[in-house]
């Protein structure tokens, strides 16, 4: 289990192409991807829809590495043992979202799942509070939910990375610290130094001419190296 300060590349299968999703998932993990970041959207929570437990249930067979899956859900509570029987490893659902969040994050980690919570742009970090002893993972999202390619948001967003990982000291926890939405190379250096340690992308991986230098560079290396 990889500690709260190593840094970990999740590419977002958002970005990928997904009339060729084997060979995806395959160039991914080759690339040397730490997870697969599976953004689920119901087209309620946010305006999009992307794909449910059965899109997650084609993949899992060709994924050695974790899968993190990141509910945009308004009832994921609805749908969370059609996620853990899809052999999703890690199960992210919003604070936002319409469910009892405690008994959710509790039904995630029951199942011998990783939890994660995760909290919107507009939404105070203050509403994770109640939570915050019980996660495996805090997602902040640095943009508003629903579509990739979307511009990193600074300003509203590092603070509450800093708040976190300011709490998560205080408090002796040992969560991730995620964030996702206009994450690159220049994003997740910003991101990082705030507290940050897993970087979600999809634009910026799945569009590089060159997917394990972009990950290579994501992970703080030298494009040399
Ligand atoms: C929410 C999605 C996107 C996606 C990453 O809209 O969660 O943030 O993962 O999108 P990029 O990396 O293309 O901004
Ligand atoms: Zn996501």
Known sequence: MSDCNTRIIAPSILAADWSRIRDEVTR??????????LDVMDGHFVENVSFGPQFVAAVRPHA???????LMMTHPDRYLDRFIDAGADRITVHVE?????????????????????????????????????????????????????????????????AAARAYREDHDLAWHIEVDGGIDQRT???????????MVAGTALYGAPDMAQAILKMRGGSPGE
């Open 28 to 37: 991914t993990e080759n690339a040397g991807a730490d997870w697969l970041h």
């Open 64 to 70: 050695a590495i974790p899968l993190d899956a990141h």
């Open 97 to 161: 979202a319409d469910h009892d969040v405690g008994e959710t994050l509790a039904r995630i980690r029951a199942a011998g799942l990783g939890c994660g919570l995760a909290l919107n742009p507009a939404t105070p970090f203050e509403a994770v509070l109640p939570w915050l002893d019980r996660i495996d993972l805090l997602l902040v999202m640095t943009v508003v939910p629903g579509f990739g390619g979307q511009a990193f948001m600074e300003e509203e967003t590092m603070p509450k990375v």
């Open 188 to 198: 997740a250096v910003i991101a990082a130094a705030h507290g940050a340690n897993v």
